[in-house]
């Protein structure tokens, strides 16, 4: 496991509208990166944001980072590898198409989630799979990744391909909106890619608005309906800071079940994702009498409610940023905790049912 103490994100460019961050201060073999930018701080933080919408929100913090990779050589080859559902979200294609890379080939793989009756995740299957092989090429891949088992899953079963072709893959770049789990086992992958490949140049991951934390089994949450390997937060995780400053702006955001719902079902299924949405809720405001408010708070937040700035700055990561702006997100923080004294999460949650309805009344039948 990757030691997080001294990890800090510095920035790397603001362009355009989006703000690049690189993770440093610990041994990493592959590259790591936190876009921030308006549409995707929207989709994370507004769940009534469905359907092409989630599509387009991602279109202008991808193209503007292919942009930097192509700029630093880092893609050359491309080709595409798509896993159906949740990555169909990811506009590889057509950033590529905006930035003038050249895209040789799509490759597809179906891999599901499988739950039991419990609503216990057990595992993973490919369904289906049509794939092409670039060799020496970059290959381009957009998913959601929590426990990361979907990824290593896909990925193996293109190495496996590729060694069969007697090809090879000269790195590949990974869009996520994802967890911090996800780091280790990339870190991993390329250590085995490597064994096979010796020339392998490692992974670039670029991960949307920040690096989450996923509930692990057998935490529910405060709430006690958080599920495990699913549900995305801040704790333990790296937030971008204008992600962390509209998420605070507001009152209702930072309490969802999870930072991005399913990605699959928020694009194709939207009633499956307003049952989840507004199941949540209606499980908050009938529980709310016996959730510890301020247990919850910290839970999202990731730190206790009246933590010192210089214990927040090492928890948030951000020794290498402007202390103006720091200072300016500690106390926004402060102002935060503060409002929420005189408001029950009974009312909350109603404000949130009503909201969530109003907005997508059309796709309530």
Not at 181 to 202: H, M, N, Q, S, V
Not at 315 to 326: A, E, V
């Amino acid at each position: 496991m990757m030691d997080w103490q001294n990890v800090m994100i510095s920035p790397e460019f603001c362009d355009q509208g989006v703000d690049c961050y690189r993770l440093t201060g610990a041994d990493f073999i592959n590259r790591y990166y936190i876009v921030s930018e308006a549409e995707t701080r929207k989709l994370m933080n507004f769940p009534e944001v469905v359907g092409y919408e989630v599509y387009t929100s991602l279109i202008n913090a991808t193209s503007q980072m292919m942009y930097h990779l192509k700029e630093q050589g880092e893609i050359t080859n491309a080709n595409i590898l798509s896993i159906l559902r949740g990555a169909l979200n990811y506009p590889l294609e057509e950033s590529c198409y905006r930035e003038h890379i050249r895209v040789h080939d799509i490759s597809f793989l179906s891999s599901e989630r499988v739950f039991d009756d419990k609503g216990t995740m057990t595992g993973l299957e490919i369904k289906y799979s049509k794939l092409a092989v670039v060799n020496n090429s970059t290959l381009l891949i957009g998913d959601i990744i929590a426990s990361g088992e979907t990824l290593v899953k896909c990925l193996q079963y293109v190495i496996d391909y590729y060694k069969a072709k007697n090809a090879r893959l000269r790195n590949i770049v990974f869009f996520t909106i994802g967890a911090r789990k996800g780091i280790d086992l990339l870190e991993k992958l390329t250590e085995d890619i490597r064994k096979e490949w010796p020339e392998f140049e490692g992974f670039i991951t670029v991960f949307y608005e920040g690096i989450f934390s996923c509930y692990e089994e057998g935490n529910k949450g405060v709430s006690g309906i958080n599920r495990a390997n699913v549900d995305f937060y801040w704790k333990g995780g790296i937030v971008a800071p204008a992600f962390r400053r509209q998420t605070l702006s507001m009152q209702n955001p930072l309490f969802e079940k999870c930072t991005i719902y399913d990605g699959g079902a928020r694009r194709y299924e939207i009633h499956e994702h307003i049952n989840e949405v507004l199941e949540f809720w209606m499980g908050i405001a009938e529980r709310s009498h016996q959730i510890d408010k301020n247990a919850l708070l910290e839970e999202k937040l990731g730190h206790p409610a009246d933590i010192s700035y210089e214990d927040w700055l090492k928890d948030c990561h951000y020794g290498l940023l402007d202390p103006r702006k720091t200072r300016w997100l500690y106390q926004q923080e402060r102002g935060f905790v503060a409002s929420l004294q005189d408001v029950s999460l009974e009312e909350i949650a109603r404000q949130r049912i009503n909201e969530f309805k109003n907005t997508l009344r059309k796709y309530i039948v």
